[in-house]
């Protein structure tokens, strides 16, 4: 995604998310690109961060298998599979992320 950003110089990764934290807070860094939830969790966490959300024309172009996440399942139980599929279904995309709202206030760092 970071070769996205126009005349960006991305930097070696990092081992973890504190240590893009920090690299972000002290200004060695301008940006650093995570998934949703990580970065409401850090914005939670930090109230001097920000997430910017890129939606539509404007975001990052990436494929499915770049952001997707999978449920493991296992083949022998495919009643389980189905209620799990049923379930995420009828979840809307704001219901989702109100969720993600509510874990991420419970969560070690908000304590």
Known sequence: MLKQIPEAKIQPAM???????VALSSGKTDVFV???PTA????YANKKLV?????????????????NLGIA???SNP?????I??????ISEA?????MQDAIAKQPLAQ
């Open 85 to 90: 599929n049923k379930a995420l279904s009828g």
């Open 40 to 43: 409401m969790g850090a914005v």
């Open 73 to 75: 399942v296992s083949k």
């Open 51 to 67: 997430m910017l959300d890129f939606s539509g024309e404007n975001g990052f172009q990436a494929s499915d298998e770049d952001v």
């Open 15 to 21: 081992k973890n998310v504190p240590s893009l934290i």
């Open 79 to 83: 009643e389980l599979k189905a209620a």
């Open 34 to 36: 995570t998934d949703k």
């Open 95 to 99: 219901d989702r992320d109100k969720i």
